[in-house]
């Protein structure tokens, strides 16, 4: 067993790496801010379902089924990137919060309101710190 410094970054490329393999499934450590996260990606359509399960430790696990395009086969998910790491946070105001793509990716932003989407976190006047985006 490793020690993980940065849980969120573990996340991202758990799924990264699966997607790379060409997985259909990928199970991860369960947190509750992995759970908000894997919510958000559910709501914003880029995995197909997922499942928090118990395991005999306490953390639990998540299982992601992830999204392919059914013509190409490629991912859904283009690219995940962590923005926001231990050694350097990110913190963005409502005002400053990013947009990825002309608005077509989200920013995960961690806020008082609990974790939102760049949109959703526009919408409560809320700004945080930006965790990661995904497109």
Known sequence: MSIVTDPIADYLTRIRNAQLAGFRIVDIPA??????????????????????????????????????????????????KRVSKPGRRVYSNVDELPRIISGLGIYIVSTSKGLLTDKDAKKENVGGEVLCYIY
């Not at 379902?49 to 859904?76: H, T, W």
């Open 31 to 80: 947190s509750n801010t992995k759970k908000a996260i894997t919510e958000i990606l559910y709501k914003s359509g880029y995995i197909l379902k997922y499942k928090f399960e118990d395991s005999e430790n306490k953390q639990g696990l998540i299982r992601i089924a992830l999204k392919y395009d059914p013509v190409s086969k490629l991912p859904i998910i283009r690219e995940l």
